[in-house]
């Protein structure tokens, strides 16, 4: 058994990325953000569906020109070539995220 709290690191400049596992079709990551930020301009455009949960923090996302407030227990599908960014993440407490990516 595993805990999604275990492993998490001290966060820098750069934001944690874990691969909690990985299948044909699917991919589950843990991303662990603090007070971390999209460049401007820059838009994630990704090509595989994305479920994330916001398992603890709060976060703000800029959807296709919408801004969308989350906190922890909050879920969104994101299909893909779905531009996104994140737009703000909270620093305490620190945000970690589930997602998990449908790969064609």
Same mark, same amino acid.
């Given at each position: 058994?595993?805990?999604?709290?275990? %492993? +998490?690191?001290?966060? %820098?400049?750069?934001?944690?990325? =874990?691969? *909690?596992?990985? %299948?044909?079709?699917?991919?589950? =990551?843990?991303?662990?953000? &603090?007070?971390?930020?999209?460049?401007?301009?820059?838009?994630?455009?990704?090509? =595989?569906?994305?479920? +994330?949960? *916001? #398992?603890?923090?709060?976060?703000? *996302?800029?959807?296709?020109?919408?801004? +969308?407030?989350?906190?922890?227990?909050?879920?969104?599908?994101?299909?893909?070539?779905?531009?996104?960014? +994140?737009?703000?993440?909270? #620093?305490?407490?620190?945000?970690?995220?589930?997602?998990?990516? &449908?790969?064609?």
């Amino acid at each position: 058994m595993k805990n999604i709290f275990d %492993g +998490i690191t001290a966060v %820098g400049e750069e934001e944690q990325f =874990d691969l *909690l596992m990985k %299948g044909t079709h699917y991919r589950i =990551d843990r991303i662990v953000s &603090s007070g971390h930020s999209s460049p401007q301009g820059f838009w994630y455009d990704q090509e =595989d569906d994305e479920w +994330i949960l *916001l #398992v603890q923090g709060k976060a703000t *996302l800029e959807v296709e020109g919408k801004f +969308i407030d989350m906190k922890a227990g909050d879920y969104m599908f994101l299909p893909k070539n779905c531009k996104h960014r +994140i737009e703000k993440t909270s #620093v305490e407490p620190i945000c970690i995220w589930l997602c998990f990516f &449908s790969i064609e």
